[in-house]
């Protein structure tokens, strides 16, 4: 006999009828809590298998959950890997600007870019499982995932543009469009970042940081050089 306080598993064509027993959120707290457990789930399993080849019959497996108990959360598949990148989104722009706001007017620039770009790089090498849903998923399903991706790196970038403001009104960047110079540099950091999914060029978090800070701050050309630009 099934309690209130229990659901059971639901059929699922793949497996057969489940009979494990799932204890019902009842506190909000509760269903805060099982709300983020399958969040987690799901970005493990999504990043395992792939976004097409995942059920959500394998996410409450994961999350130890009734396939039906994920249905009192989410509508769809769809849904809740949409959720999943809302949150990754918000995750990223906090851990981002923690760093920043622990020394936004660093009076060098060169470590106050490079804080920010080890922060960058150290959340995405503790977050695999994202940078996996991130370059591979986000951009091969459509316009609505894609625009979750473009609010995850413009508003690091948004973040990075009000200092490279404020480090041209100190003269200690070049005058141009500060948009366009922090779209550059959040793309670059994305792409470093992407690199390092499949080698890390036995560079430390830190190291690359400071490559990545020399290579915006200084291009290639070595400062002593006599090679100037025309036009």
């Known amino acids: 006999m099934i309690s209130e306080d229990q659901v059971s598993i639901e059929r699922d064509d793949s497996e057969g009828l489940q009979t494990r027993l799932v204890r019902r959120a009842n506190s909000q707290d509760?269903?805060?809590?099982?709300?983020?457990?399958?969040?987690?789930?799901?970005?493990?399993?999504?990043?395992e298998k792939g976004y097409n080849a995942t059920s959500i019959s394998d996410i409450a497996k994961e999350a130890n959950l009734s396939y039906g108990s994920v249905y009192w959360y989410?509508?769809?598949k769809e849904s809740l890997f949409e959720e999943l990148m809302t949150f990754e989104e918000e995750e990223l722009k906090t851990h981002i600007?923690?760093?920043?706001?622990?020394?936004?007017?660093?009076?060098?620039?060169?470590?106050?870019?490079t804080a920010a770009i080890e922060a960058t790089l150290t959340f995405f090498e503790l977050n695999k499982d994202l940078l996996k849903l991130l370059f591979r998923d986000s951009l091969a399903l459509g316009d609505r995932f894609e625009a979750h991706l473009y609010n995850i790196y413009g508003g690091f970038a948004t973040m990075l543009e009000e200092n490279i403001v404020f480090y041209q009104n100190t003269g200690n960047v070049i005058k141009g469009s500060s948009k366009l110079i922090a779209f550059a540099i959040t793309s670059l950091i994305t792409q470093f970042a992407h690199r390092r999914f499949v080698t890390d060029d036995n560079m430390s978090a830190h190291d690359l940081a400071v490559f990545i800070t020399e290579l915006i701050m200084f291009g290639i050309i070595p400062r002593h050089s006599n090679i100037k630009m025309k036009g």
Not at 30 to 47: G, N, S, T, W
Request: glycine share 0%; proline share 5%; hydrophobic share 40%.
């Open 97 to 113: 600007q923690t760093q920043i706001e622990m020394d936004p007017k660093n009076s060098d620039p060169l470590l106050a870019l």
């Open 74 to 76: 989410f509508d769809s």
């Open 30 to 47: 509760e269903k805060e809590q099982r709300r983020l457990d399958i969040l987690v789930a799901a970005k493990k399993i999504f990043a």
